[in-house]
């Protein structure tokens, strides 16, 4: 997971979703009224959808994972639980239809405070419960949150993860030194490229890593050679970085970048 700035709903998709919320509420606030009105509110949705995939990480990845594809509008507190967030854009991830149906599903936990124990990329960032060990491709809780969010997801116990995330690291070296090049020759062009790719990589927590890991003092250790490290070094002064405010919209989605496929509904 990364940080993700949530952008602000127009007034007309807010005022949708607050009539399905009243009539939620005259329907006796039940999880079967949300149901009802979730699956009734086609346009509502269509708005949703159209918000999440513009703060979604890479070109339209699931929020959790950031591997696939997203499908689903994820509840992130569940209807179930709390039936008049249901058409609560604040109450709104983008989700892969496997990590949805398979691991989040309703899973809410909280302390003893109330206070919920996943991780929501949209308010918390990430990295301050998680750390991501991208050469192993596993995390390591720095939490009880991020341990919560490290068992709820699966993050450490599914195979195409842990390799993806591997891979991704060895991706994210190659073209990141790639970007270094292009940018002391003066090939903008190819430096531009290079960017893009690095932004639209899936498991963008890789380079996020990366990020945090140049910044150490032992920098050139953990991440392997100089070359690397002033690559990164470029990179981070180059205010390309993955942190929201520098690099929401940085590759704005267009409409050939946006899954043409049916986006499911569930919790
Ligand atoms: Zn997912």
Excluded at 252 to 267: G, I, K, Q, W, Y
Aim: proline share 6%.
């Amino acid at each position: 997971m990364i940080p993700l700035r949530r952008p602000e709903a127009d007034d007309d998709l807010l005022r949708q979703c607050a009539d399905r919320t009243k009539r939620i509420q005259k329907l006796g606030a039940t999880s079967k009224a949300a149901q009802s009105q979730w699956s009734a509110g086609t346009a509502e949705k269509a708005g949703i959808r159209a918000l999440l995939f513009r703060m979604a990480p890479g070109v339209g990845r699931c929020m959790y994972c950031l591997n696939s594809t997203g499908t689903d509008i994820d509840h992130f507190e569940p209807k179930s639980r709390r039936p008049l967030r249901t058409f609560c854009w604040h109450n709104h991830l983008l989700a892969c239809s496997h990590c949805n149906s398979n691991y989040k599903r309703t899973e809410y936990p909280c302390d003893d405070f109330g206070q919920c124990l996943l991780i929501d990329p949209s308010v918390d960032d990430p990295f301050d419960h998680l750390i991501l060990l991208p050469a192993s491709g596993e995390f390591k809780a720095k939490t009880r949150k991020g341990e919560e969010t490290k068992r709820a997801f699966g993050l450490n116990d599914r195979p195409e993860l842990v390799y993806g995330r591997q891979d991704a690291f060895i991706r994210c070296c190659d073209v990141m030194v790639g970007w270094h090049g292009c940018v002391v020759r003066g090939d903008l062009g190819g430096a531009e490229r290079r960017a893009h790719a690095l932004h639209r990589e899936p498991f963008a927590d890789v380079l996020r890593a990366m990020e945090d890991m140049a910044r150490l003092p032992h920098a050139s250790l953990v991440l392997g050679s100089n070359e690397l490290v002033e690559a990164m070094e470029a990179w981070l002064s180059s205010s390309r970085g993955t942190m929201p405010e520098r690099r929401l919209f940085a590759v704005p989605p267009s409409r050939s970048e946006t899954p043409a496929v049916p986006l499911r509904t569930h919790d």
